[in-house]
């Protein structure tokens, strides 16, 4: 099942997570249409501006190397060196990057340890502005 997977790669790469700040520990794998995965964790500044979240880390690594189409992305969150034990939403500014690249329907699929919650693209960031509104 595509969401698992996609979870056990999140809960992975959430290991790599460098948030000695927040004490708050983000890991996201992101699947790509051709079926690549590509992972991210949160990584923070001591200036706190230049901190990027997982999800980012996720989409610029596959952007940087070629792939701009996307099926789904895991998010998983939480209190860094403890389980993952709450679902963890992307914040409106990986949201807004995740309307640059991908469709209504990528999916979006949270986990609080116990059970995964899957939504969309069109859930989390309706009427969202885009490369549309520039043409
Ligand atoms: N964080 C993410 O990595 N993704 C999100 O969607 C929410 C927040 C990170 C940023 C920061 O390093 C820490 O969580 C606390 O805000």
């Given amino acids: 099942m595509k969401e ?3 979870i056990e790669k999140a809960l992975a790469a959430r290991e790599a997570s460098y948030s000695p700040y927040s004490g708050f520990a ?4 992101l699947l790509s249409k051709d079926g690549r995965i590509f992972t991210g964790a949160n990584i923070e500044s001591a200036s706190y501006t230049p901190t990027i979240c997982a999800e980012r880390v996720a989409f610029f690594t596959a952007i940087h190397q070629g ?8 998010v ?11 679902y963890c939403a992307p914040c409106g500014v990986c949201r807004q990057v995740m309307a640059e690249f991908c469709t209504g329907d990528f999916e979006i699929v949270l986990y609080d340890g116990k059970s995964p919650k899957v939504y ?11 490369k549309a509104d520039l043409s």
Avoid at 26 to 29: F, K, L, M, S
Avoid at 67 to 74: D, L, N, Q, R, T
Avoid at 120 to 130: A, I, K, S
């Fill in 4 to 6: 698992k997977m996609l």
């Fill in 26 to 29: 983000v890991g996201a794998a």
């Fill in 67 to 74: 792939v701009k189409e996307f099926s789904a992305i895991a």
């Fill in 76 to 86: 998983v969150g939480g209190k860094a060196g403890e389980s993952v034990s709450a």
């Fill in 120 to 130: 969309t693209l069109n859930d989390l960031l309706p009427e969202r502005f885009g």
